[in-house]
């Protein structure tokens, strides 16, 4: 069985054989020798006196730093978490008539506060949701296919053991991430669990509750990578031959190296796609990463993969430290940090010309070319959906789908006050109508009391707010949703 391990870099150590990747899971084994993240040991020692960052992470590489990530200045934070806002209440607007807008918020990237909402009505996970209601539960009630859970269990603590959701060996977060991956096996028996969903759970438990983290692994399995965690890894293989076939566009001279040396993409794209960068990059570039993907679609992992092979081995003089194959591999697997930095990346990214059309073309390339050597695929995989405005457009939502429903709600005190000087003015007003009236008829009149002005009028704009003056950035005066 093919043994994948992972270093304490951003790749892959070691592939004892290709072939053995297209018989089974295990293949993608996440050991615990090789976590990049330390030993159960190493874990003891910071669980009470690190201070986390404003990431969570209280240590790791993939803790924050004033180099890896960009800072806004709070006032543009909050302008952008009012447009958001906007955006989310009228969802199906924007996607269908300002989705270019929408896309370039995506790739300024989403406000912290309103990250977790915006992924989930952005992948489809809302929708999903609401049109299942009671699914999450039923499945989190069943036991389990003890195959599963025997391995699922294993995993836990192997992911981002230096987070504080999941530094705890059977803390809130290992617990959710549980009930999130054993209810993915319940409710997709036939596919069962592959070790790389736990990540991407894990990524999504830090922004929102277990049931809303189940939708959007549920979206991101069958919408974004459908067949990336089925048996046989087909589907990353055939990604892996499209993404070795666009560099050749990209960067020659980096395709030409690896053709040199015979590198199969499987050897250092797999723990990238499948995990979708998320234990590859520093956090703040995976956050930024998620917000375009989960907006765009897998050519966003596809741009990522492109400019970092071409920045590691797009000039002859990065070549020339690596001559053969073990020194390209190495060199992959330690990314140069330069490269993964949020601002650099995200403007690379963006930068670079792929669109879905050229992925689906070179998808369909690479298929013939599968069939015509390997024969057809054992694993026949739904179609790829290109983003949240092609998720939408196949399974169109009705408004009550994405009404959304806060579960922590912040009351504006100048809506307050306006909503109780209001009251008084009617009460006033309904006194002085029935004294009229029944100094006219000699009887008190019953008068129905007109609606208050503030209760058909929306809550202020956030610039009218008291809130204005502060440097804390606050995600609405209005009600909300999960934080």
Known sequence: MARIR???GNGLKSVESIKSLRGTRESLALTDEGNSFGSDSELNGYTSERQTDKYGFIGGAQQYSEQSAEDIPPEVLRQREAKWLEMLNNWDKWMAKRHKKMKLRCQKGIPPS???RAWLYLSGGKVKREQHKGKFEELDRQAGDPKWVDVIEKDLHRQ???HEMFVARGGHGQQDLYRVLK???LHRPEEGYCQAQAPIAAVLLMHMPAEDAFWGLVQICEKYLPGYYSV??????????ILFALLKRVSPLAHRHLKKHKLDPILYMTEWFMCAFSRTLPWASVLRVWDMFLCEGVKIIFRVGLVLLKCMLGSQDKLKTCQGQYETMELLKTIDTRYMLEGFLVREIIELPLSERDVEKEHLAQLRRWKETRGELHC?????????KAIMAAEPPSRQDLRQNPTIIVESSLATNKDVEGQEEDKARI??????NGKKNGTPVASNPEPSDTSTKPSPPLKDTPLQGSNQSLISTEHDTYL
């Open 232 to 241: 046989g890894l087909e589907a990353i293989q055939l990604d892996g031959e």
């Open 114 to 116: 309103l990250r977790g």
């Open 431 to 436: 006194k002085t109508k029935e004294q009229k």
């Open 183 to 185: 209810a993915y096996t």
């Open 6 to 8: 992972i270093e304490p």
């Open 160 to 162: 981002f053991p230096f």
């Open 380 to 388: 026949k995989s739904p179609p790829r959906m290109h983003g949240a």
